[in-house]
């Protein structure tokens, strides 16, 4: 097994090859991580905090009645579930939060419930 010292001088060398060398160089020294890639000088975003964006936005918006909307947030993918009285309300939920950062992308299963007045935010 190599030691501290060698793996610090194989890692370094291996930062002038592309990716795939240095994650293969890693797997065979025995290191597994998982790796997050984003743009230099991009603050990182949490779920939890990205779910309280979310549901400060749609409380914010008008045209929604988040009480209905429930929202989960795993690795920047914000999944929307709940009941709107109406087509737009449901788009509009969407709309309002897709180009938020940290939003990797969104899954809309809100449905269209003419007269629903449940209320679940989670």
Known sequence: MKGDSQIKKDVLNERSCDSQSL????????IVAK?????????????????ETVSSI????STVNEEN??????????TL??????????QSA???????????SVVNLISQH???NRSHLV
């Open 23 to 30: 994650i293969g160089s890693l797997l065979e020294i025995g």
């Open 35 to 51: 790796i997050q890639v984003r743009p230099s000088g991009s603050s990182f975003i949490t779920d939890t905090q990205l779910a």
């Open 58 to 61: 749609l409380k914010s918006n």
């Open 69 to 78: 909307i429930r929202i989960k947030v795993e690795e920047g993918c914000v």
């Open 81 to 90: 579930t709940g009941e709107v009285k109406k087509e737009f309300q449901r």
């Open 94 to 104: 969407k709309i309002a939060i897709q180009h938020l950062a940290g939003v990797r």
């Open 114 to 116: 003419p007269g629903n």
